[in-house]
C-alpha cells in the first residue's frame, strides 16, 4: 500500500546541533507539507513545496529549510537547533493540484531539543 | 486574531447526544474547509470537507458552512465513545498560499 512514512519518530538534540527529518511518500504525490504542533497552536506550516524543485515559505519557517529533489521526498532541517523548536513535526502530502485540504499525514516526528 | 479559531474545551457530551463543534475564520477569501479528527498521540486524519454554503452530510457527521458569518460547524450525531478525540477545522485559500491553515483544535469527550 501507498504511504508517507517519517523518520525519526523521535529524536533528542542539543541546541545549535542541525537535525533533519525525514518524509517520504510513495502516492506520487506532487504537493508536500511540513507542519508543527504545539500545545495550544494546533498545526502550523512551516514549508511545503508543489513539485520538484519547489519550496516555499509557511507562517513559521524561520530556522528550517526544505528541498525537494525528487518527488517522494521532503525533508526538514532545522539549521541550528534551539529550545523553541521542540515539537511534533507531521508531513503531510496531497494529491490534488488545485485544492490542497485533502491531506495525508505520517505517523509525526516528536523533538526535544535540549 | 487567529486565522482560524476554535474553541479548545474539553467539550463533553453524553453517548447518544449530538455534539456540536464549532470554527470561525477571518480570510473572506478561504473557498474549502476541512474537518480532521486527531486521537491523542496520533496524526489527523480528514473526516469532512465542505465548499459551498449549506449543509453536508456522511454518516453521523454533517457540515455546516456560512461564508457570510465566516463560519464553519461539524455536528456528530449519535456520539460514541469512539468520537473521543480532537477535531481541527482547516481552511484553504485555493490562490496564491495553497495550503491549509488549521486551527487549534477542539478536545471532544463522549462520556459513556
Known amino acids: 500500500d501507498a504511504e508517507i512514512t517519517q523518520s525519526p519518530r523521535h529524536k533528542i538534540t542539543e541546541t545549535g546541533r542541525q537535525v533533519t527529518l525525514a518524509c517520504h511518500q510513495t502516492?506520487?504525490?506532487?504537493?508536500m507539507f511540513w507542519y508543527r504542533q504545539d500545545l495550544g497552536h494546533g498545526l502550523r506550516l512551516i514549508h511545503y513545496?508543489?513539485?520538484?524543485?519547489?519550496?516555499n515559505k509557511g507562517e513559521v519557517s524561520d530556522g528550517y529549510s526544505v528541498s525537494r529533489s525528487n518527488t517522494e521526498d521532503l525533508p526538514l532541517t532545522l539549521e541550528s537547533a534551539a529550545s523553541s523548536q521542540t515539537s511534533v513535526y507531521f508531513c503531510?502530502?496531497?494529491?490534488?493540484?488545485?485544492?490542497?485540504?485533502?491531506?495525508?499525514f505520517g505517523e509525526g516526528s516528536r523533538l526535544t531539543v535540549l | 486574531q487567529k486565522e482560524v479559531e476554535q474553541n479548545s474545551g474539553p467539550l463533553s457530551v453524553p453517548e447518544g447526544a449530538i455534539a456540536s463543534l464549532n470554527c470561525t475564520y477571518s480570510d473572506r477569501v478561504s473557498q474549502s474547509f476541512f474537518w480532521y479528527r486527531q486521537y491523542s498521540g496520533k496524526s489527523p486524519e480528514l473526516i469532512m470537507s465542505?465548499?459551498?454554503?449549506g449543509d453536508k452530510e456522511d454518516g453521523r457527521f454533517t457540515a455546516q458552512l456560512n461564508k457570510a458569518s465566516q463560519y464553519v460547524s461539524l455536528l456528530i450525531r449519535d456520539s460514541q465513545p469512539s468520537d473521543s478525540a480532537t477535531y481541527l477545522c482547516?481552511?484553504?485559500?485555493?490562490?496564491?498560499?495553497?495550503?491549509?491553515?488549521f486551527g487549534s483544535g477542539t478536545r471532544l469527550q463522549v462520556q459513556p
Open positions: 502516492w506520487n504525490h506532487n504537493n
Open positions: 513545496s508543489y513539485g520538484v524543485q519547489d519550496t
Open positions: 503531510a502530502s496531497s494529491p490534488r493540484q488545485g485544492d490542497t485540504g485533502e491531506l495525508f
Open positions: 465542505i465548499y459551498s454554503n
Open positions: 482547516a481552511v484553504n485559500r485555493n490562490t496564491g498560499r495553497r495550503a491549509l491553515t
